[in-house]
């Protein structure tokens, strides 16, 4: 069964680091895109970018270039969204999300559980 | 920059059709996915390449594209039927492009 299953809520400061993980499971992990998916309280979906990590190409949204990191951990097939200095309207559900691909489109197969990051003062 | 719009609500009784558009000028040359979120879950993907369903998802839900405009269309609803609806293309210029989402009560 692919799982993807991230870290535990996290309760940060304005300017404070974090960084956020997905473990994927059940499929090979070098062989599909996974990407970050951000959803504000009470708003839509918000796609963020996405890595690859057979050679981790990374692209990101043109909203979130700059604003955070993405990476990858082949080791132990875990995918990282990481921040340098949150603010308070980093405040949001995070959700991991691989991509399937036909041979001419592609969509989220399959959805990590979500990681909330509260940043408050 | 692409944007696909979503009617902020719809509302429906019981047993009766709901129908939930997409709208966009990407639409048109793309396959359209449509998740049904219900309230503190993950995501939920109901229909893809247009109209094909996952397994597990009632054939009540359909989906269908008509030049700018996609549909999700939701027969006989149920009370369970209630919650938020994203629609869904991919570009290689733009990755994963969501609709505004549209919230569907039943009353």
């Known amino acids: 069964e692919v799982q993807l299953v991230q870290s535990g809520p996290e309760v940060k400061k304005p300017g404070e680091s974090l960084k956020i993980s997905c473990k994927s499971s059940?499929?090979?992990?070098?062989?599909?895109?996974i990407g970050w998916v951000r959803q504000m309280p009470g708003k839509g979906l918000e796609w963020m970018g996405i890595?690859?990590?057979?050679?981790?190409?990374?692209r990101y949204s043109p909203s979130f270039q700059g604003q955070v990191t993405i990476s990858a951990d082949k080791s132990i097939s875990t995918v990282y969204l990481q921040w340098s200095s949150l603010k308070a309207s980093d405040t949001a559900m995070y959700y991991c999300?691989?991509?399937?691909?036909?041979?001419?489109?592609?969509?989220?197969?399959?959805w990590g559980q979500g990681t909330l990051v509260t940043v408050s003062s | 920059s692409f944007v696909l719009t979503q009617p902020p609500s719809v509302s429906v009784a019981p047993g009766q059709t709901a129908r939930i558009t997409c709208g966009g000028n990407?639409?048109?040359?793309?396959?359209v996915y449509w998740y049904q979120q219900k309230p503190g879950q993950v995501p939920v993907l109901v229909t893809y390449?247009?109209?094909d369903r996952p397994s597990g998802i009632p054939d009540r839900f359909s989906g269908s594209t008509s030049g700018n405009t996609a549909t999700l269309t939701i027969s006989w609803v149920e009370a369970g039927d209630e919650a938020d609806y994203y629609c869904?293309?991919?570009?290689?210029?733009?990755?994963?492009?969501f609709g505004g989402g549209t919230k569907l009560t039943v009353l």
């Open positions: 999300a691989r991509r399937g691909c036909s041979a001419t489109t592609c969509y989220i197969d399959t």
């Open positions: 059940g499929y090979s992990f070098t062989s599909y895109f």
């Open positions: 890595i690859y990590p057979g050679d981790s190409r990374i």
């Open positions: 990407i639409i048109g040359s793309k396959s």
């Open positions: 390449y247009d109209g």
């Open positions: 869904q293309v991919w570009d290689s210029s733009t990755d994963h492009l």
